[in-house]
Nanobody
Framework: QVQLVESGGGLVQAGGSLRLSCAASGRTFRRYPMGWFRQAPGKEREFVAAISWSGGSTYYADSVKGRFTVSRDNAKNTVYLQMNSLKPEDTAVHYC???????????????WGQGTQVTVSS
């Protein structure tokens, strides 16, 4: 059974940083993309970032470009999201995603984590 477990969420002031981690178990994703989505209260889930299986290609939503960095460690079956210069509008439940494919600079995953809350205070 595949499990994606996120960690690293929390409360931070505007301008601060957080690093999210997502550890996968149940199968290896070293030949598949991984990434992150988020859902703010009252809004639909939106794409945040994705990374190719090799780590050689990364993709970001316009709203986070230049502030967030996605990375992965295939030996640990883990994907990360470094979030800098956080803004109140980044407040959302952040979900890890894995598998599937990347097409047209968008990510279509097969598996989802349970989510971790990120709250940015102004």
């Amino acid at each position: 059974q595949v499990q994606l477990v996120e960690s690293g969420g929390g409360l931070v002031q505007a301008g601060g940083s957080l690093r999210l981690s997502c550890a996968a178990s149940g199968r290896t994703f070293r030949r598949y993309p991984m990434g992150w989505f988020r859902q703010a209260p009252g809004k639909e889930r939106e794409f945040v970032a994705a990374i190719s299986w090799s780590g050689g290609s990364t993709y970001y939503a316009d709203s986070v470009k230049g502030r967030f960095t996605v990375s992965r460690d295939n030996a640990k079956n883990t994907v990360y999201l470094q979030m800098n210069s956080l803004k109140p509008e980044d407040t959302a439940v952040h979900y890890c995603a894995a598998g599937g494919f990347i097409g047209g600079s968008y990510y279509y995953p097969n598996y989802w984590g349970q989510g971790t809350q990120v709250t940015v205070s102004s």
